[in-house]
T-cell receptor, first 114, second 114 residues
Framework: DTEVTQTPKHLVMGMTNKKSLKCEQHMGHRAMYWYKQKAKKPPELMFVYSYEKLSINESVPSRFSPECPNSSLLNLHLHALQPEDSALYLC?????????????FGSGTQLSVL | AQSVAQPEDQVNVAEGNPLTVKCTYSVSGNPYLFWYVQYPNRGLQFLLKYITGDNLVKGSYGFEAEFNKSQTSFHLKKPSALVSDSALYFCAVRAPRGGFKTIFGAGTRLFVKA
């Protein structure tokens, strides 16, 4: 199994809603990532987890709250988002954080904030 | 600070012709260089990477890339383009002094015309 699975594929939410994005991998990878991608732009790193511990937070607003319940799962909890937060949210994983490992990406969650 | 530049927003090529997508980088120390491809509404897929050794790296789907240290470039090439190669291509760099964060270039859209 060389897949990173993200759910849901699409999400529409209001600015007062609370929702969660989910990511799962069964490749035994110890590093997991959240990226945000606006249309026709490169992915921007948000968070990095290494061995289930948050190792990098790229100054992301607190309305985004990551969680890594175990080595296979990564969640992104959303609360009180703004319309400018509408984007494709990509989860990725790699064998380790350090080194030359490639990233495996999920297909993403297309988020629209109304 | 590390950075990646993709000087062309778009590259147009006829099917069967060779293609080149350009990438230059700026990092401290020895970088790990990657190419990823993204199809519409999908996550990024790994194509190839340069770690060390032979400057010509071969990857998936017939793509290859040439590492040139003196020009700090890592151009993506394919001898004969296919219509199905049309996609968004990202060059990326990962370096020890950058905390091994993967930094993506702005992306180059490749159009292959039949």
């Amino acid at each position: 199994d060389t897949e990173v699975t993200q759910t849901p594929k699409h999400l529409v939410m209001g600015m007062t809603n609370k929702k969660s994005l989910k990511c799962e991998q069964h490749m035994g990878h110890r590093a997991m990532y959240w990226y945000k991608q606006k249309a026709k732009k490169p992915p921007e790193l948000m968070f990095v987890y290494s061995y289930e511990k948050l190792s990098i937070n790229e100054s992301v607003p607190s309305r985004f709250s990551p969680e890594c319940p175990n080595s296979s799962l990564l969640n992104l909890h959303l609360h009180a988002l703004q319309p400018e937060d509408s984007a494709l949210y990509l989860c990725a994983s790699s064998q380790e954080v350090t080194g030359n490992e490639k990233l495996f990406f999920g297909s993403g969650t297309q988020l629209s904030v109304l | 600070a590390q950075s990646v530049a993709q000087p062309e927003d778009q590259v147009n090529v006829a099917e069967g012709n060779p293609l080149t997508v350009k990438c230059t980088y700026s990092v401290s120390g020895n970088p790990y260089l990657f190419w990823y491809v993204q199809y519409p509404n999908r996550g990024l897929q790994f194509l190839l990477k340069y770690i060390t050794g032979d400057n010509l790296v071969k990857g998936s789907y017939g793509f290859e890339a040439e590492f040139n240290k003196s020009q700090t470039s890592f151009h993506l090439k394919k001898p004969s383009a296919l219509v199905s190669d049309s996609a968004l291509y990202f060059c990326a760099v990962r370096a020890p002094r950058g905390g091994f964060k993967t930094i993506f270039g702005a992306g180059t859209r490749l159009f292959v015309k039949a």
